[in-house]
């Protein structure tokens, strides 16, 4: 196994954990959750690029790194839609109950600014990931075809606002966390910092939710007629 592919393992190893820490009421295991999202968005830019230029793109590349990619997305999405989400919402509800979070100890985080306080819809989640599903299918189907679709700008960008909105999120629970301790040594810190952090996580979510639709609907009108023929 060679470097990039090591590092795709290596992601995949640890989405679990960045599934899990930042379920635990605890600043620390909320800071290294962040520190491990952090590490696991960073590393999938260096995995590309070392098999790009390093001449490493192998079969199992191929499918060990977009397999990191979807289960970073999910692993994220777990603790955010239990954490942000909303009581009322079902779906929020019917995965605490899952995953037998109280009512108490969850729902608590959605983000804070100036311009007022956003929870996690469900719709949001859904959109993402079903774009996520539906990418994966169609770029089978046109790989069958003999056609490569390759990220066009409006999906990378996308993908950058996605790990500044995930990475937000996950900084806000650790940090919330803290500050509800005490021990953000001195309260008038985070709240300084409080709507700074809530306002980048929820101008990225929207700016990624924008970009999904877009660049889905680019792809749909630059090959949908391969699917025509």
């Known amino acids: 196994m060679n470097l990039p592919n090591a590092i ?25 959750g962040f520190v491990l999202y952090v590490v696991s968005a960073v590393s999938d830019y260096f995995d ?15 499918a060990l790194d977009p397999l990191a990619d979807k289960l970073l997305l999910v692993a994220t999405f777990i603790p955010m839609m239990v954490l942000q989400g909303k009581s009322s919402d079902p779906v929020a509800a019917f995965m605490a109950g899952a995953l037998h979070i109280s009512p108490a100890s969850a ?17 949001v989640v859904a959109l993402v990931l079903g774009r996520e599903v539906a990418m994966t299918l169609f770029r089978q189907m046109a790989q069958m075809k003999g056609v490569v679709i ?26 919330q966390t803290l500050s509800a301790g005490g021990s953000w040594g001195g309260q008038s810190t985070w709240d300084f910092f409080q709507p700074i952090v809530g306002a980048i996580g929820v101008v990225t979510m929207w700016a990624a939710v924008a970009l999904t639709i ?16």
């Not at 729902?107 to 719709?123: A, H, K, M, V």
């Not at 877009?214 to 023929?229: D, M």
């Open 8 to 32: 795709s393992a290596a992601r995949i190893a640890v989405s679990p954990l960045i599934a899990l820490l930042p379920l635990l009421p605890s600043p620390l295991w909320r800071g290294v």
């Open 48 to 62: 590309g690029w070392f098999a790009r230029t390093r001449g490493m793109v192998t079969d199992l590349g191929k």
């Open 107 to 123: 729902f608590l985080f959605p983000f804070i600014t100036w311009f007022g306080t956003f929870s996690l819809p469900w719709w």
């Open 150 to 175: 390759a990220a066009n700008n409006p999906a990378k960008l996308k993908t950058i606002m996605q790990y500044i909105w995930v990475g937000a999120a996950y900084f806000w629970f650790g940090a």
């Open 214 to 229: 877009a660049s889905f609907a680019i792809y749909l009108r630059r090959y949908g007629a391969l699917f025509t023929r």
